[in-house]
């Protein structure tokens, strides 16, 4: 900081000076400067020298203490040494320590948030709804990892509850409602009642039973959740064991669980707040089974919350991180012979009349799997939603941070300045972007999908299932591995509740296992596959994002004509290199099935295989949607060009990862493997200026992010250093326990202690 001192005192009253010296004579100041460095002086003597010593101007806003542009320091006639050092204090929290960084964007910030958002619509829509929650304290987060697990859940009911008024008071329609939600960020039975209890009413439910339950769920008369998955069977649905006999005397299921395996284990909201549940069970009648159905059942009753009889429920216990996940009552559930009527029993595509016949009814089976393209969809944006926020922290704290590299007394090196950072971070940036418009694009498939149900057109449904199962396997798992890695950029800081990375993390890595263990739908993927491979040659013209197949006599043949680095920036290139290496893994492991008489025996022994295929044809399907992306008109200055640069990273970025399979396939040759990584190198230096305002562009509140590393204005140290503090193990110098095990313990006393 360039600042000149110049220091007014009022000289009026001999007695009032000689005890401002005296005070000044014994206090320390210190000042935060805009590169992180920090001032102590002892008098106002030296203030001048001091600020000199700093080569950032001093921002700052709503402050009359700091003229930048005559350079000078003016205090207030009659202000006090005290004074000063709080205004200097409030003028830190002013500053813009990024702002030299954001000077330097290449494109419109504005726009680019339109573009990240889907719609200025929609970027309108969160960002009031996002300002909303950040500016109610009654929805402050900071907290809450310090709080136990009875406190941490009472304060999720509340703000829960809090929520629920103020959707009601602002009259908020429902996509008005799921973002307040979401920007509360706090995980709740809600989010289990809207999105899955619901939904599973809208989807198999009748007309009739809608029209009774669904006005209930609506005005949250009734809370309900989602009970699938049990103690001894998650992804393999049709090995659940609670079954639901019908008792033709009385015209009732009777739902049962007959072994301690089949306890109902893990859904949300069921262990404390649920009043209902959809609850899927083994249809039983005459003895006979029919698969599993879902039922609607009631768990507590509407006056005093107990469970009714025949139920055991309650919370299956704390969860992975601190906070994280344990705001939600995850639950155990046990039936024993609790009957329900007939008419709970979902009946949109099956029912069970009066008399105990099973019928279909003309509704088509495949609707329900519409329902699931849909949850995999959200899945898929809710991905890139949370590694974004990673990014976003890891990026901005990497230009915060600053270390080694110093010479001369100067400045030391911003960590975002290294390559190996670069290396790390901007291909999570690029995924970040990848996995927004790839769930854009899921977005309009699922629309697709509907229409072509509606119209009795199944002809994409099993490339859309497939598709779907895909792209949340691979999205989810790419995510939790990238939260985890923006952890290990922020170095040991990122280690700290309140850099928000670990809770962020142990949120979002379920997300690996609930709707569908990612292995599992990898190698659902890879059937897909198999029987695409397998159809090529009966006239059965591959559909969607297998489209590419109908080429494969091509792509065995393809050989990359790259020459040099530059090469690698077409489209087409790239495009052809990755459908090439999909094709080829695919048919590699459908020759090797073939070599086995029994195909279920080598599908297990080609289980890795078919997994790194699958694998492939995913990262196809994002690296072509976000090229699709690019032919889109995309206005605003240079917004166009950061995002051919992000796409190029994220492409190039999987071709460096997964060189063996390009190079073993034949797709490429080693020199072209290696122009790949020169040009990669060439575009984190094109992006680096442009980190941050590319993170900017998410357009989150630090209440949203929850971070002091990701403070929009930088201003880590000084707030890092006030956030230890709060920490209820400081409330006391002394701790509790020193007395009765440490002292005796520095006193040689161990043997009276009472341990």
Not at 335 to 343: C, E, G, Y
Not at 383 to 394: H, P, T
Not at 485 to 490: G, P, S, V
Not at 709 to 727: C, F, H, Q, S
């Amino acid at each position: 900081m360039n600042v000149k001192g110049k220091v007014v005192r009022n000289e009026s009253r001999v007695e009032d000076e000689r005890r401002k010296r005296k005070e000044e004579r014994n206090m320390k100041y210190e000042i935060f400067s805009s590169d992180s460095n920090v001032i102590t002086f002892s008098s106002f003597g030296t203030l001048k020298t001091q600020l000199n010593h700093i080569k950032h101007p001093l921002f700052y806003s709503n402050c009359c203490y700091c003229n930048t542009t005559q350079s000078s320091f003016i205090t207030e006639t009659k202000a006090t040494s005290c004074d000063i050092r709080k205004t200097l204090a409030r003028m830190e929290d002013s500053i813009d320590h990024l702002a030299f960084e954001r000077n330097k964007a290449q494109f419109d910030v504005d726009e680019m948030k339109i573009v990240w958002a889907g719609s200025r619509q929609d970027f309108e829509l969160s960002d009031r709804i996002s300002r909303l929650v950040a500016s109610d304290p009654a929805f402050r987060k900071d907290d809450r990892t310090t709080l136990g697990r009875k406190e941490l859940f009472k304060n999720t009911l509340r703000k829960a509850a809090y929520a629920w008024k103020r959707i009601n008071e602002l009259r908020l329609n429902e996509q008005e409602a799921y973002k307040l939600r979401s920007f509360v960020d706090q995980p709740a039975f809600t989010d289990l009642h809207w999105g899955m209890f619901v939904p599973a009413i809208q989807g198999q439910g009748t007309d009739e039973q809608q029209q009774k339950w669904l006005p209930l769920a609506y005005r949250m008369q009734i809370i309900g959740c989602y009970a699938q998955t049990e103690l001894g069977h998650g992804s393999n649905v049709q090995g659940l064991e609670t079954t639901a006999t019908f008792d033709p005397k009385t015209d009732e299921f009777v739902i049962h669980n007959p072994t301690l395996t089949s306890s109902k284990w893990w859904p949300g909201g069921l262990g404390k707040i649920s009043t209902h549940a959809v609850v899927y069970a083994r249809l039983i009648i005459g003895g006979e089974d029919h698969g599993v159905h879902g039922f609607i059942v009631q768990l507590r009753s509407l006056d005093d919350h107990l469970p009714l009889s025949g139920i055991t429920i309650g919370d299956i216990g704390m969860k992975f991180g601190n906070a994280a996940y344990n705001t939600m009552d995850n639950g155990v559930l046990r039936f024993d012979h609790v009957r329900i009527p007939r008419n709970q029993m979902l009946m949109r595509v099956s029912q069970v009349t009066r008399e105990g016949k099973y019928v279909h009814s003309n509704v088509p089976r495949q609707l329900v799997y519409g329902t699931m393209v849909n949850v995999r969809q959200k899945i898929v944006a809710d991905a890139s939603v949370a590694l974004s926020r990673a990014v976003c922290i890891a990026t901005r704290y990497s230009a915060v941070r600053r270390q080694f590299g110093s010479h001369n007394g100067g400045l030391e090196t911003q960590v975002i300045d290294y390559k190996t950072q670069q290396a790390r971070l901007f291909p999570l940036l690029a995924s970040a972007y990848a996995f927004r418009f790839v769930g854009e694009w899921l977005k309009w498939l699922y629309m697709d999908v509907t229409k072509r149900l509606q119209a009795n057109d199944f002809s994409t449904l099993p490339e859309a299932h497939a598709c779907t199962a895909g792209l949340k396997s691979l999205t989810t798992t790419a995510t939790a591995d990238g939260i985890e890695e923006c952890r290990k950029l922020c170095g040991g800081h990122g280690y700290l509740c309140s850099s928000g990375l670990p809770e962020l993390f142990a949120v979002y890595v379920p997300a690996c296992t609930y709707e569908g263990d990612n292995i599992v739908l990898l190698l659902q993927v890879a059937r897909y596959l198999m029987k695409t491979v397998s159809q090529l040659g009966s006239g059965n013209k591959p559909v969607g994002t297998t489209a590419y197949m109908a080429r494969v006599e091509q792509l065995m043949q393809y050989h990359s004509d790259v020459e040099k680095a530059e090469d690698w920036l077409k489209p087409n290139v790239v495009l052809e290199a990755f459908e090439a290496r999909a094709a080829r893994m695919s048919v590699a492991c459908a020759q090797n099935l073939s070599k086995f008489t029994n195909p279920e025996e080598g599908f297990q022994e080609l289980a890795a295989d078919l997994v790194d295929a699958a694998v492939a044809h995913c990262q196809l399907i994002v690296v072509s949607k976000f090229i699709e992306k690019l032919q889109q008109d995309i206005p605003g200055k240079g917004v166009k060009k950061q995002l051919e640069v992000l796409c190029s990273i994220y492409a190039l970025f999987l071709l460096h990862k997964h060189l063996g399979d390009f190079l073993s396939t034949g797709c490429i040759n080693p020199k072209q493997g290696s122009l790949a990584s020169e040009q990669l190198r060439n575009l984190y230096s094109q992006v680096r200026p442009n980190a941050i305002a590319l993170v900017d562009a998410f357009n989150y509140t630090d209440h949203y992010l929850g971070s002091i590393l990701g403070r929009y204005d930088g201003n880590v140290y000084p707030k890092l250093y006030e956030e230890a503090w709060k920490d209820p193990l400081n409330d006391s110098v002394v701790p509790d326990g020193f007395k009765e095990y440490i002292q005796p313990m520095l006193k040689q006393q161990l043997r009276n202690a009472r341990l």
